[in-house]
C-alpha cells in the first residue's frame, strides 16, 4: 500500500480572516497531537531508491511495507506571516545499516528556515545548502536544532526508540522533494559498531 495523506479536518485551506489563536497539546506516550488537520504517512515504497543497500530494501519491502516515519501538523493559511507546526515521529530501524530518515527536501521558497525541538529519543537532523555546505546536528530529548534558509534538511532516528520532534517553519514556505529524490544527500549515517557513523553518500549525483 502507498503511503497516505489523511486529512482529518477538510478546513485545510483556512482562511487568513478566519484563523483564531490556538493550543494544542503533544502526546508523547500516544504520539499524537490534539486535533490535527493531517496526518501522513510515509512507508518504505515512498523511499525507493534513497538507501544506499538495494539489495536490503528489496528483501525488507518484499515482507512488508513498513512505516517509516509520521507527521501530524495544525495547518494555517499558507501564506506569509504565519507558521505551519506539527509533530514528527521516525521510528527505529535500518535498511541494511542504514538508519530510518525521513524524504528531506529543500523549501520550495528557498530562503525559509525551520526549528526542529526534539521530545524523546535519539537522531540526527542531516542538513545541506545547494552550494555544497552540509551539516549534521545530534538531536536528544530538548535540544532544538535551527534549520537555516537555504538547507535542505531530513531527520535521521539512530536510537531503538520512536524520535519524536515539534517542528515549526514558516506557512508560505512549501516542500521540494524532487531535488533530493534525484540527487540525494551528500552525506549518510550509517549504523559502524553500534555507534552511527557519517560517510560520504556514493550514489549521489
Ligand atoms: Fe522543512
Redesign the pocket.
Same mark, same amino acid.
Given at each position: 500500500m502507498k503511503d497516505f495523506v489523511q486529512t482529518v479536518n477538510s478546513t485545510m485551506k483556512k482562511e487568513k480572516n478566519k484563523i483564531k489563536p490556538f493550543t494544542f497539546k503533544i502526546d508523547i506516550v500516544n504520539k499524537t497531537l490534539s486535533n490535527p488537520d493531517s496526518h501522513i504517512v510515509r512507508k518504505l515504497s515512498s523511499m525507493k531508491g534513497q538507501y544506499l543497500d538495494e539489495t536490503s530494501y528489496d528483501e525488507m519491502i518484499k515482507k512488508e511495507d513498513t512505516v517509516l516515519y509520521e507527521v501530524y501538523e495544525k495547518l494555517v493559511p499558507e501564506m506569509e506571516g504565519e507558521l505551519i507546526q506539527g509533530l514528527s515521529i521516525v521510528h527505529p530501524g535500518k535498511v541494511g545499516k542504514e538508519y530510518f530518515m525521513t524524504k528531506g527536501?529543500f #523549501?520550495s521558497v528557498l530562503e525559509t528556515a525551520?526549528l526542529y525541538f526534539c521530545l524523546k529519543g535519539h537522531g540526527y537532523m542531516m542538513m545541506e545548502t545547494p552550494e555544497g555546505d552540509w551539516s549534521a546536528e545530534e538531536l536528544l530529548p530538548y535540544t532544538a536544532s535551527y534549520?537555516p534558509g537555504r538547507w535542505a534538511?531530513r531527520s535521521i532516528n539512530v536510537g531503538n526508540e520512536d524520535l519524536l520532534m515539534l517542528?515549526v517553519?514558516p506557512a508560505h514556505?512549501g #516542500?521540494n522533494y524532487a531535488t533530493i529524490e534525484t540527487k540525494g544527500f551528500r552525506k549518510l549515517i550509517i549504523e559502524d559498531n553500534g555507534n552511527p557513523k557519517i560517510i560520504d553518500n556514493p550514489k549521489w549525483k
Open positions: 527536501h #523549501h525551520e534549520v534538511h517542528f517553519y514556505a #516542500h
